[in-house]
């Protein structure tokens, strides 16, 4: 029989990210179809945002040793407009939001901060701050600063500004090619007939979909069966991959060939057990310049490592300077135990600033539906045996994306 050498949640974490290789490949992307693409290089602004002096507000323009005054309206300013520096004292502009102020304004006033307003004056207060409502030329961002930098992963707000700017393509690391294998001969795919000895196959469609929320692509591959000549070729095929995620077939039974066949293939072993509950039989490890993560086969553990260890390392790989896992501080609301000696990732419902956990922490590895139920996970140290209601924990919510190292909660 084998035997797991087990590392801590921590040591294997930290092992993992550091023996993961960055994408060095890159390619142009068109900005519309670069979200969750990362930079492979900084981006400078090329245009001043904004570009012109312009109004924040619908309102009248003004120098501002004219507050307090009833001015006369001697024009206009639309948005688009490229009007002229005609002011004389006791003058002003009426102006709409985002109109070009000529350099003869200085502030600027709402409308219904004025008061006797007509078309063709305007009493304007003397309380008002000068510069007020007027968005000067490059106050956002100057012609030279860096936009953005490299490692950064595209989002929408990132893309509203590369268009501001006029750049439509962007140079970004290739996006990381993933296969996503299941094991096992009891399997049946979802659209096949199942009897009550057979299993559909949920771990890869889950994995996949995971992948996808958090800006990665998987392939599914594919189930690899029980039978270790078959599984050595199979795994033979799939060495063209950054990244190979496979679910089940390398725990402790005598089915379990999966190890033996990427050995047979050339896997060098980082580790293969984590000494955490739930997720012992977790193995990783470089196959040339591939990557594998062989997740446990029951579902829960699957889904949870997929999330706690895979996305900071696909990250990493991927080029991104942020990513390990944000966390928030929440109050525990329920007393619950955990079993000390093995780190425990403990699954629950994150709600305005509290956790609560889920069933009381009693569920199986082979459970889906405690995912469903739940929004959020805690890892707990190997000393601790119990949680108290009240107490602080550094809550894991699963809607968040890596952060930067100061931010690291495999701990």
């Not at 140079?171 to 996503?180: G, H, Q, R, T």
């Not at 060098?268 to 997720?279: A, E, N, Q, R, T």
């Not at 446990?296 to 991927?318: D, E, R, T, V, Y």
């Amino acid at each position: 029989m084998k035997k797991l050498h087990y590392l801590t949640l921590t040591d294997a974490y930290e092992l993992a990210i550091k023996e993961s290789l960055k994408q060095k490949v890159t390619q142009v992307m068109l900005v519309p179809h670069a979200l969750n693409a990362v930079l492979a290089e900084d981006v400078i602004v090329q245009k001043n945002l904004p570009s012109f002096d312009n109004s924040a507000m619908d309102g009248f323009a003004f120098k501002y040793e004219d507050r307090g005054k009833t001015l006369k309206i001697v024009a206009s300013i639309f948005a688009g407009d490229r009007p002229e520096a005609i002011l004389s004292n006791g003058t002003c502009y009426k102006i709409m939001t985002g109109a070009k102020v000529p350099h003869d304004a200085d502030t600027i006033v709402p409308i219904e901060d004025c008061s006797h307003v007509s078309s063709q004056n305007v009493t304007v207060p003397q309380d008002i701050k000068q510069g007020n409502a007027l968005r000067p030329k490059g106050e956002e961002q100057r012609v030279g600063n860096v936009l953005f930098k490299k490692g950064e992963m595209v989002t929408p707000a990132h893309i509203a500004l590369l268009s501001s700017q006029g750049i439509m393509g962007v140079k970004v690391y290739k996006p990381l090619s993933i296969a996503v294998v299941a094991t096992g001969d009891e399997l049946k795919e979802p659209w096949e007939a199942a009897n009550e000895d057979e299993i559909y196959n949920s771990n890869a469609y889950a994995l996949i979909a995971i992948l996808e929320k958090y800006g990665f692509r998987g392939t599914y591959a594919g189930s690899i069966p029980d039978n270790l000549e078959e599984s050595i070729h199979f795994i033979s095929g799939l060495k063209s991959y950054d990244v190979i995620i496979t679910t089940g077939g390398i725990s402790m039974g005598d089915a379990d060939f999966l190890e033996e066949a990427f050995l047979s293939n050339g896997l060098d072993v980082l580790f293969h057990g984590i000494d955490v509950k739930p997720g012992h039989p977790t193995m990783m490890g470089t196959l040339g310049n591939t990557f594998v993560m062989a997740m446990p086969g029951n579902p829960l553990a699957a889904m949870i490592h997929i999330f706690l260890l895979s996305l900071p390392i696909l990250s990493k790989m991927q080029g991104k300077t942020a990513y390990h896992h944000d966390f928030v501080y929440a109050k525990n609301t329920k007393n619950f135990k955990a079993r000390a000696g093995r780190s425990n990732v403990v699954l629950g419902q994150m709600h305005h600033g509290e956790f609560t956990v889920t069933s009381n922490n009693k569920y199986g590895s082979g459970m889906m539906t405690p995912i469903v139920e739940s929004n959020a996970l805690v890892v707990l140290n190997e000393t601790i045996s119990s949680v108290e209601e009240g107490e602080m924990l550094k809550v894991i919510l699963f809607d968040t994306l890596p952060h930067a190292e100061k931010n690291k909660t495999v701990n």
